[in-house]
């Protein structure tokens, strides 16, 4: 069998682990389950060259040298396909088929979630060679997820008689939308399983389903790929013709009405991570059932989930709560109601609240930025400038700034004239004038900026010259 092309999907927002995920910086790029993000570790499953070629991953501008930076700390190495606008699931599985058709229209390839979990992530990677022998016959093949409780938050399959090729590969008689809790028992009784909605298909197979179900994802896809242009090293589909393609999830597109699904069980440990409640489930746990992580304390209590990493946070005589802490929110819930948390959000993005969205800490492809300190006229922030990095040369019409250099060598232009600016050093920035910052050394340039002026918004930038061609 030919290696299988892995299509890692990462460009949702995870509004559901709320306040540490944020649309500046979603669940699949954090932690949460030990030391990796769960981008990092489905790039580890795809690392075996015997089952798998080099990945593509798919995401959005947005997010784009952060995959890029997460792909560098695990030396790992992907193809990066950018979207130029989100248009739900169906085009995105759409271009990765008409990119992988591009080079072998029978190509297999898998689709795999950015911020979902396999325990065993070998065993998982052999099943994708099961399942990639039954889609170079011509079948879509989903792994389904045998259920250990009536969840109400996934999709359920139920499966029907086994294919000859492969009796552990079994056809799909139907999906089922998320049931209620009772709906979700009897599936259970019935031998139903959990969608995980990750599955692998031929490309030229795949494009045909989308032809004949929605002709105009196809065409859009199709186009989009082969107008795509290169940009820093990414291929950008072309905007226009993505555009084209209707808002519509993969499942709806083509998966719920093909006749070629067929579903192979998959109990590798799987988790979506899609809520605080999961995430306690799957962390260590102390005798009481007790997950903490970073500065946390509990007393008297049992089966809770407190995480902070900046203020040391002490809970007593609580259970079953998920206490999570950033530097600017503080999330406290029942764990039973933590299917809730998007909910939440919802409610502050509709009261303009910035935290639903926005880190205090804010990366970029040069590095990072961090809120410290705001008042009416002044802001202050802490900026790390990776080695090589360069902000672009800007100005602003409505405040000036101060930096000073706390750790490193900072190569600063200011109007036309550089300088190099070491620690215990500073340097003053007029309103209007022409500025950049580099960082030459080859540690992290740590620096204090002080902000003053009218107006200390965001877009108070005027970029006259971006290496990373931003506007």
């Known amino acids: 069998m030919a290696k299988i092309i892995p299509v890692i999907m990462c460009g949702g927002s995870g509004t559901r682990v709320w306040p540490e995920s944020r649309e500046s910086l979603p669940k699949q790029f954090i932690p949460l389950i030990g030391d990796r993000s769960t981008f990092q570790s489905i790039l580890k499953v795809v690392g075996d060259g015997e089952i798998f070629e080099k990945p ?11 995959v890029a930076e997460q792909l560098n700390e695990i030396d790992a190495g992907a193809t990066i396909l950018l979207e130029p606008e989100r248009r739900d699931s169906a085009a995105a599985v759409g271009a990765a088929a008409a990119w992988a058709a591009a080079r072998d229209p029978k190509a297999v390839v898998a689709i795999l979630a950015a911020d979902h979990v396999f325990k065993d992530e070998k065993g998982f990677a052999r099943l994708c060679a099961q399942a990639g022998r039954a889609a170079e016959a011509g079948e879509i093949v989903t792994f389904g997820v045998t ?3 009536p969840a109400t938050g996934y999709g359920y399959i139920h499966p029907g008689e086994a294919l000859a090729s492969d009796p552990k590969v079994r056809r799909v008689e139907r999906f089922v939308e998320k049931p209620d809790e009772e709906r979700a028992k009897t599936f259970i009784e019935n031998g139903y399983l959990w969608n995980s909605g990750n599955f ?16 105009k994802i196809a065409a859009a896809a199709a186009e989009a790929v082969a107008l795509a242009k290169d940009d820093l090293g990414f291929l950008v589909l072309d905007r226009d013709a993505f555009a084209q393609a209707p808002r519509t999830s993969i499942d709806y597109a083509v998966m719920e009405r093909t006749k070629r699904a067929a579903v192979l069980e998959a109990n590798v440990g799987w988790s979506d991570v899609g809520q605080w409640s999961t995430v306690w489930r799957l962390s260590p746990q102390d005798a009481d059932g007790n997950s903490l992580r970073g500065r946390a304390v509990a007393l008297d209590s049992s089966n809770v989930l407190v995480r902070s990493d900046d203020h040391l946070v002490a809970v007593i005589g609580l259970d079953n709560v998920i206490v999570v802490a950033t530097g600017d929110a503080v999330l406290v819930a029942d764990q039973a109601q933590s299917d809730k948390v998007k909910q939440l959000v919802e409610r502050l993005k509709a009261e303009n609240f910035p935290e639903a969205t926005r880190h205090s800490r804010m990366y970029r492809p040069w590095g990072y930025y961090q809120s410290i300190d705001k008042g009416g006229r002044y802001q202050v922030k802490r900026i790390v ?10 100005k602003h019409y409505h405040r000036a700034e101060h930096w000073i250099v706390v750790c490193g060598a900072a190569e600063v232009t200011l109007n036309g004239e550089v300088r190099l600016i070491h620690e215990n050093e500073s340097i003053y920035l007029p309103i209007g004038s022409s500025h950049r910052l580099c960082n030459p050394g080859k540690i992290d340039l740590e620096l204090i900026e002080v902000q003053t002026g ?14 990373y061609n931003r506007t």
């Open 385 to 394: 400038v990776r080695p090589g990095g360069k902000l672009s040369l800007q």
């Open 147 to 149: 259920p250990d409780h």
């Open 56 to 66: 593509v991953v798919i995401t959005n501008f947005d997010y784009r040298f952060r």
């Open 200 to 215: 692998v298909f031929r490309a030229d197979v795949m494009l045909d389903e989308l032809k004949s179900f929605e002709p």
């Open 454 to 467: 009218s107006y200390l918004g965001e877009d108070d930038i005027v970029r006259i010259e971006d290496v």
